[in-house]
Antibody, heavy 119, light 113 residues
């Protein structure tokens, strides 16, 4: 069974930093591209980063480019999201999500971790 | 950037009745490989989203056959042939014609009358 377990969410002040983790199990982690998708309170879904299976390529939308860094440790089956210079509008539940082996995005999701940015 | 819109944004359905959600993209999602990269997700209350339909019309593993997807170009539709109580939640369409940039629609909230 595929399991994705996020952690690291917290209350942080504007301008602060936070590192999220996503522990994966139930599949061969290195064979799958992974992503972070967020959902602001009461709002819709926004993709915020993606990384290839080997970690050789990473992608970001303009809204987080230069502030967020996605990475992975395939020896520990763990995905990370380093978030710097956080803003109030970064407040959201952050989900890690796996791409399918044939390329369909987000075929499995974790339960999410809440990041609150407030002074 | 591609903008996704959905209609209606809210839908109240009697159990056993059909439901239909429209999704439109600001640019064609038809790839030169012949596929259209349009997906549907359902987020049930208190849960993360789950993949329902991939590449317009293919049901993901375990998705009941009362769900179907159709469309091409910029216009797509998700249909539920007979709504059940477990189908309540928010339905999102999403495009990936411009990978690795993914864009979700605003979501359509479905509840039971």
């Amino acid at each position: 069974e595929v399991r994705l377990l996020e952690s690291g969410g917290a209350l942080v002040q504007p301008g602060g930093s936070l590192r999220l983790s996503c522990a994966a199990s139930g599949f061969t982690f290195t064979n799958y591209a992974m992503n972070w998708v967020r959902q602001a309170p009461g709002k819709g879904l926004e993709w915020v980063s993606g990384i290839g299976g080997s970690g050789g390529y990473t992608y970001y939308p303009d809204s987080v480019k230069g502030r967020f860094t996605i990475s992975r440790d395939n020896s520990k089956d763990t995905l990370f999201l380093q978030m710097n210079n956080l803003r109030v509008d970064d407040t959201a539940v952050y989900y890690c999500a796996r791409d399918s082996s044939w390329g369909a995005p987000f075929d499995s999701w974790g339960q999410g971790t809440l990041v609150s940015v407030s002074s | 950037d591609i903008v996704m819109t959905q209609s209606p944004l809210s839908l109240s359905v009697t159990p056993g009745q059909p439901a239909s959600i429209s999704c439109k993209s600001s640019q064609s999602l038809q790839h030169s490989d012949g596929k259209a990269y349009l997906y549907w997700y359902l987020q049930k209350p208190g849960q993360p989203p789950q993949l329902l339909i991939y590449e317009v019309s293919n049901r993901f593993s375990g998705v009941p056959d009362r769900f179907s997807g159709s469309g091409s170009g910029t216009d797509f539709t998700l249909k539920i042939s007979r709504v059940e109580a477990e189908d309540v939640g928010v339905y999102y369409c999403m495009q990936s014609i411009q990978p690795p940039l993914f864009t979700f629609g605003p979501g359509t909230k479905v509840d039971i009358k």
